[in-house]
C-alpha cells in the first residue's frame, strides 16, 4: 500500500538503490538464500504441526474448561435460586410450627385450667358431702347421747324415788317417772 505510490513516484532509480542497499544489508549480515528459505519451510512446518498436534487439543480443551465453568456458574445461580426457596420454606415451615406449637400451649393451658376448675368443684362436693356427713354423724351421736342420757336419768330418778318412798315401784310407776324426767331433760 505504501510502496505502491513510492514505486510509482519513483523512477527507477530509487528503486534499484534501495534492492542494492538491501542486498548489501544482507552479505552484511550473512544472509543465505538457501538457509533463510529452508528456516521458512522448516517455521511453517513447525506451526502446522504445532497447530494441528497442540494447539487445537489444546483450544478444544480450553473451550471444554470454559463451557464447564459457564454450565457450574448457571448451576451456581440455579443452587442459590433453590437454597433461597428452601430458606423461604424452611422459614415458613418454622412460622407454621411456631404458631401451632403455641396454639397447642395456650389449648394445654385452657385444658389446665378447666381440668384444675373440674377438680376445684370435687374437691369442694366431697367437702360438702364430708360435712354433711359429719354433721348428720354428730346429730345422731347428739341423738343417741340424748336418748342414753334420759335413759339413764330415768333409770336414776326411778332409783332415787324408789330409794327415797322406800317402797317397790311398779312398772307402771316407772314408766311414768321416766316420761316425766323425760320431758324435763327435753325442756
Known sequence: MFIAPILA??????LQGLLDSAKQTGEQF??????FWSNVISFLLVCVLLQRFAYRPILLTLEMRRQRIAESLAN??????????????HAEILERANVEA???INEARLSAAALAETRQQQAIAEAE???AT???ATVLEHQRMLADLRREV???VVDTTGKV????LTVEDQRRLSQEAAQEIAA
Request: hydrophobic content about 50%; overall charge positive; proline content about 2%.
Open 9 to 14: 513516484a519513483a523512477d527507477g532509480g530509487l
Open 30 to 35: 550473512g544472509y543465505n538464500p538457501v538457509l
Open 76 to 89: 451456581v445461580e440455579k443452587i442459590k435460586a433453590q437454597l433461597a426457596a428452601a430458606e423461604v420454606r
Open 102 to 104: 403455641q396454639k397447642m
Open 129 to 131: 358431702g364430708i360435712i
Open 134 to 136: 359429719a354433721r348428720e
Open 154 to 156: 330415768a333409770r336414776l
Open 165 to 168: 318412798t322406800g317402797k317397790v
